[in-house]
């Protein structure tokens, strides 16, 4: 029943004689699934059981319920874990079709890798640490693909623990030296894996279109795994130098992600792209646009990205427009909120490069609800914009009047706690879209603010700003403060 609701959720279009919507029947077999076997508490213990709450988790992360598919694989690691497979030496599995053959191991790797890919994305602690790369012995029996994903799964653990240990902005040898293993892991496929997939002579259904998706999936985990090791640095908006490595590296893989995402929903598009990788360029789209507003921030120094703006801003309209041709069928690409915060930031980075007067801030707080806020008469009526990246913090981009000549604009602002040039990002839509017009008032400058919301496993613990710990908690993720009721609900 997960298996023949996976096949209508590939969204494939000549489907007849239907007597309901696939949409309907996919709710119905899936709820079935879950109410009789996957949280039957008596067939728990059974393989046959563990591998239906692994498809369950599947479904739902294709189907870019990401926080649904994280509670389903947490209850597949208690069951895996009851029954002893994530032992080097597990006990006899109990199997209701005794015919039936399993591989303890890898059942339990699966279970690891899509729990730390969702935890990645979500910014949650990983359910089991295990950070050691698997034996030789292991990966010799393991396919290309298996043994790929098996390192990376072991990258991701050690990104995940990273994050929730608070590492220091500028300490930066624990980052590089993931980053070498990650380069070690990517040279254990050919060179010729890494090539963006084209889809010439792939036909829709097929097995070769199966195998072509599944290498797409696994170069957009490696890429994210890239981008989200560098994004925290990334947003440290600062020019020092050292930086530089972790800024270039973000943004070429999120570069990359954009790439193969487009490939792939050019080639099938409609229900059939696999949001989840739709969320994966979402994230790749806001690291570019933030990459190119760092580098505006210092006009000094010469940008190296400069000559990739304008493609990379039509890599992101063009993923916008797979948003669009999505939404007319089951579901959405990106949620409506997501979508319209990745527009406006597309309006903000433009204005950045013509020239405009902006201030960037970062810091940590408390969550706030998508509504007016009333933090004094500047702001009020002002929105709180949800982004799903776990990475942001409070992030500010103010356009303001321009400073006075005796104004210095890296000091630290002793009553705010706010360091200039770190990231606060809010607009008011019904202004903000008035910004390039030459009769734009100026006093109405300094009201006109643009804020991203998201919470931050990693925050920059730096000199003069304040951060609690407090950021890291779970209870910081509430679905409706994020715009996440497609994504992750």
Not at 387 to 414: L, Y
Request: proline fraction near 6%; aromatic fraction near 8%.
């Amino acid at each position: 029943m997960l298996l023949f609701s996976s096949f209508l959720q590939a969204g494939i279009d000549n489907i007849h004689g239907l007597a309901e919507e696939p949409g309907a029947i996919i709710n119905r077999l899936v709820d079935a699934v879950s109410t009789l076997v996957t949280t039957n508490e008596k067939l728990h213990g059974t393989m046959e059981c563990l591998e239906c709450i692994i498809y369950e988790s599947v479904f739902h992360k294709t189907n870019g319920n990401l926080r649904k598919a994280w509670q389903v694989v947490r209850r597949a690691l208690l069951v895996a874990q009851m029954m002893g497979i994530h032992r080097s030496r597990p006990p006899p599995v109990k199997n209701i079709d005794p015919s039936c053959k399993t591989e303890p191991h890898f059942v339990w790797f699966r279970i690891l890798y899509l729990d730390r890919y969702l935890c990645l994305i979500l910014g949650l602690p990983q359910g089991t640490p295990h950070t050691e790369m698997p034996p030789d012995s292991v990966l010799a029996s393991d396919g290309p693909l298996d043994k790929l994903g098996r390192l990376q799964a072991v990258i991701a653990s050690r990104i995940i623990d990273r994050n929730e240990k608070g590492l220091q902005a500028d300490d930066l040898n624990l980052t590089q030296e993931i980053d070498s293993e990650l380069i070690k892991v990517g040279s254990t496929m050919p060179e010729e894996f890494w090539i963006s997939p084209r889809f010439v002579g792939v036909s829709v259904g097929s097995e070769d279109e199966f195998w072509a998706m599944a290498r797409v999936s696994a170069q957009m985990f490696y890429f994210n795994l890239v981008t989200q090791l560098h994004l925290p640095y990334l947003l440290l908006f600062d020019p020092d130098p050292k930086y530089d490595y972790s800024r270039i590296a973000c943004m070429s893989a999120s570069r990359e992600l954009l790439t193969r995402f487009l490939a792939s929903h050019q080639f099938r598009s409609a229900g059939a792209c696999h949001r989840a990788l739709g969320f994966l360029a979402l994230v790749g789209s806001m690291a570019l646009l933030l990459g190119h507003v760092d580098s505006r921030l210092h006009p000094k120094i010469t940008s190296v990205f400069a000559h990739q703006r304008r493609s990379d801003r039509a890599m992101i309209e063009c993923m916008l427009q797979a948003a669009e041709d999505v939404r007319g069928s089951e579901g959405r690409l990106l949620d409506e909120k997501n979508e319209q915060a990745l527009r406006r930031l597309l309006v903000v980075e433009e204005d950045f490069f013509k020239g405009r007067n902006y201030t960037v801030r970062i810091r940590s707080g408390p969550a706030v609800e998508d509504e007016d806020v009333d933090d004094g008469a500047e702001e009020k009526g002002s929105k709180i914009i949800g982004i799903p990246i776990p990475q942001f913090s409070h992030i500010t981009i103010e356009r303001r009047q321009v400073a006075s000549k005796d104004q210095n604009e890296d000091e630290f602002d002793p009553q705010s706690g706010l360091m200039p040039l770190m990231p606060d990002f809010d607009i008011d839509m019904d202004q903000f879209l008035v910004l390039d017009s030459p009769d734009f008032p100026s006093e109405a400058l300094a009201a006109t603010q643009t804020q991203i919301f998201g919470t931050a496993p990693f925050v920059p613990r730096l000199s003069g700003v304040n951060v609690s710990d407090s950021s890291m908690r779970e209870e910081d993720l509430p679905d409706e403060i994020l715009g996440l009721n497609n994504w992750t609900s």
